[in-house]
């Protein structure tokens, strides 16, 4: 066992057999995910056919909630395979997941060996959370692969040599940059903070200000033209919804998307988050370590804690709270757990990454398939039924599912609240319209509603007259 983890090309086929089974082998395979996949996947695929890469539109509305790099990744992967799909879709996400696990296996490596390093790699990709989160088409993903990796570019400039601190500089405000372009403030907030604390504890205030100025213009080369050409071409639209609503008020309080969570919501999510690797880092706590901060082992791990707190404490202060919002903690973790896993078995370890690389790659789609069989299938069939015969679709008290904008193919579906009675009665008349209810409000419609096809949660009704 010992002689097989010397060999580095072992480890990199372990490695690239777990990410191919968890990521890739069974990526198209399952549907779309309500609600964040089929409205952002829908969003790329209007960008796509539309030609415009500008300005977002969802269910035909002006969208400036997020900014674009998302959208951008999946137009070109549509663009490359010729295809818009399930697969296509979450491709680029699951390639970008590639950068931070070279970036953390490179590093992990130079600051002790490869063994290290491919508990560090493992580990990440074996993580509950972040098993079931990086293999999804949304833009929490995005971000985590860019802010862990610039966070990671940062570690470096602590291990290299001189000549080459400021490469690892400028690739960090690069990544910080586009991880703005992947949603916006927390893109930067999440580097900065950890560099800030870092150089505080470090005391390394010359190195950090020697390639601040260069490290700034890259990032606001990258971070900053769509912002201006936004302003400039929807402006108080585009500032008041995008800067006040979705980031500024998001972060004092939750009402913007009622996501009022308590401050240790975050803890409660890395117990399970964690998985399987938290009760060994639970263990752990009970013997606590002594740093010292001259030696570069314990200053990668003193580095690393400190971009967990970095993360924690910023999205616990959050007033919306979700618990995608937490998954660029994982990357730092797995040090964590790669350091409590270096001195034992190995066999147990690589038992544990082996029924965790099955269940990641098997077990994973066939729970999303379970979530579906709870409305999402209805909604899908609905919206086939709908491309096929070239209907129009509308809703009665159903919410946005974005499941029929998808399937359906079309740009624009009435999603209706139910507090206009006589708009009801109208689109009961309506001809080539699907419109769907929740089979719980079918009681409360008119007494002579027909329904077309009951699924398992909604329907198809509509006047016998029509």
């Known amino acids: 066992m010992k002689k097989f983890f010397n060999k580095r090309d072992n480890l990199f086929l372990i490695l690239f057999i777990s990410f191919a089974i968890i990521y890739v082998m069974l990526l198209g395979a399952y549907p779309l995910l309500e609600p964040d996949e089929t409205r ?17 539109y969802l269910n035909g509305e002006y969208f400036f909630e997020k900014p674009p790099l998302f959208f951008w990744l999946e137009s070109l992967s549509f663009w490359f ?22 970036l953390l296996f490179s590093l992990s490596e130079k600051v002790k060996n490869q063994k290290f390093a491919f508990l560090n790699s493992a580990i990440l990709l074996t993580t509950l959370e972040y098993v079931l989160i990086t293999k999804i088409a949304m ?9 862990s990796s610039s966070v990671l570019c940062y570690f470096f400039t602590f291990f290299v040599s001189e000549e080459n601190k400021k490469y690892f500089w400028y690739s960090c405000y690069i990544l910080m940059g586009l991880a703005v372009l992947a949603k916006g403030i927390p893109g930067a907030v999440i580097p900065a903070g950890t560099i800030l604390t870092g150089t505080i504890i470090f005391r390394t205030y010359k190195e950090t200000l020697k390639n ?22 929807h402006g ?28 240790y919501f975050y803890f409660v999510t890395l117990l399970w988050g964690l998985f399987p690797w938290i009760f060994s880092l639970l263990s752990s706590l009970r013997k606590p370590r002594k740093f010292n901060l001259e030696n570069g082992y314990d200053k990668f791990l003193v580095l690393n804690i400190t971009a967990i707190l970095v993360i924690l404490v910023f999205f616990s202060c959050s007033g919306a709270k979700l618990i995608t919002y937490i998954l660029p903690v994982y990357p730092f973790f797995a040090v964590l757990i790669g350091h409590i896993w270096y001195e034992r078995s190995m066999k147990k370890f690589m038992v544990i990454v082996a029924v965790m690389t099955i269940l990641g790659g098997f077990a994973s789609p066939f729970g999303y398939k379970l979530d579906y069989s709870f409305g999402q299938n209805d909604l899908m069939q609905f919206a086939k039924m709908a491309k096929d015969n070239n209907y129009t679709i509308s809703t009665y008290k159903t919410g946005k599912k974005y499941s029929l904008l998808y399937y359906s193919g079309l740009k624009n579906v009435e999603f209706h609240t139910g507090e206009n009675p006589e708009w009801l009665r109208n689109e009961l008349y309506r001809k080539n319209n699907y419109l769907i ?20 949660k909604y329907s198809i009704i509509k006047s016998p007259e029509v």
């Open 40 to 56: 952002y996947v829908t969003m790329a695929r209007d960008m796509f056919t539309s030609g415009n890469y500008l300005t977002l």
């Open 139 to 147: 833009l929490d993903s995005v971000l985590t692969s860019l802010v």
């Open 437 to 456: 209810v929740r089979n719980k409000e079918i009681k409360d419609l008119p007494v002579n509603t027909e329904i077309v096809k009951q699924g398992v």
């Open 236 to 263: 108080s639209l585009f500032f008041n919804e995008y800067i006040i609503k979705h980031h500024l008020m998001r972060f004092l309080g939750a009402e913007v998307i009622h996501r009022n969570e308590p401050v």
């Open 81 to 102: 395979f010729k295809d818009i799909s399930e697969f296509t879709a979450r491709f680029p996400v699951v390639i970008l997941s590639l950068l931070p696990l070279g």
């Open 212 to 233: 601040m100025p260069a490290g700034i213009v890259l990032f606001l080369i990258i971070a900053l033209p769509w912002h201006i050409i936004m302003l400039l071409k």
